[in-house]
């Protein structure tokens, strides 16, 4: 059983339209990260959300946390082919200090 | 936040023999983790790195098979034992430093077991 559940997991879009990806759990977390990895590289964390209906803006990505800490999304206005990559969304469980992952989403921007 | 360099970036071995992988972080972290992420797949917590103590594992993983040390707040390893092709995957350093400045991954490590 999947602790996070991160949807979709593939998505192909082309370039200038809009997209969001979704992260829901049952488990609530003290905080949400999201990140991005390339190939060859490790994940590089973009941001994190603490407070129950925090949202972030991040130039053309908007992060939300949900108002009960269990859910979280990523959108992205007028996708741009070096959006292209993972993403993948991470919890950190309550009283502890490790993160649990999202399956990742493969983010392809068409040109 | 941290400057993790992890070695080696990447490496083929033989099935049954084993591999030590290096995290070193720039300055002292509170927390290091290991992670192992599959081909096309996300990551997976294999352990916790206890300085100065057994390492904490996650469920399906063993200290058999993956011993892995943190003799002081900036470095740790972790081992691959008697490796077979199913443990052929990316295998990633993980610091927390503090509580305000989030997680920093290392680059990786790419093994492949033939």
């Known amino acids: 059983t999947q602790l996070l559940e991160q949807s979709p997991q593939f998505l192909s879009i082309q370039e200038g339209e809009n997209l969001t990806v979704y992260c829901n759990s049952s488990s609530v977390f003290s905080s949400l990260q999201w990140y991005r990895q390339e190939p060859g590289e490790g994940p590089v964390l973009l941001v994190t959300v603490v407070t129950g209906g925090e949202v972030k803006k991040l130039k053309r990505l908007t992060f939300q946390f949900g108002d009960a800490r269990k859910d979280s999304s990523l959108h992205i206005t007028a996708a741009q082919p070096g959006d292209t990559g993972l993403y993948l969304c991470a919890g950190r469980i309550q009283g502890a200090q490790k993160l649990v992952f999202g399956q990742g989403t493969r983010l392809t921007i068409n040109p | 936040s941290a400057v993790i360099s992890q070695k080696p970036s990447r490496d083929i071995c033989q099935r049954g023999t084993s591999l030590t992988i290096q995290c070193q972080v720039d300055s002292q972290v509170t927390m290091m983790f290991w992670y192992r992420q599959q081909p096309g797949q996300s990551l997976t917590l294999i352990a916790t790195?206890?300085?100065?103590?057994?390492?904490?594992?996650e469920s399906g993983f063993v200290i058999d098979k993956f011993p892995i040390s943190r003799p002081n707040l900036t470095f740790s390893t972790l081992t691959v034992s008697n490796m077979s092709p199913e443990d052929s995957s990316i295998y990633l350093c993980?610091?927390?430093?503090?509580?305000?400045?989030?997680?920093?991954f290392g680059s990786g490590t790419r093994l492949t077991v033939v």
């Open positions: 993980s610091v927390l430093k503090g509580q305000t400045y989030g997680y920093t």
């Open positions: 790195a206890n300085q100065g103590s057994e390492a904490t594992y």
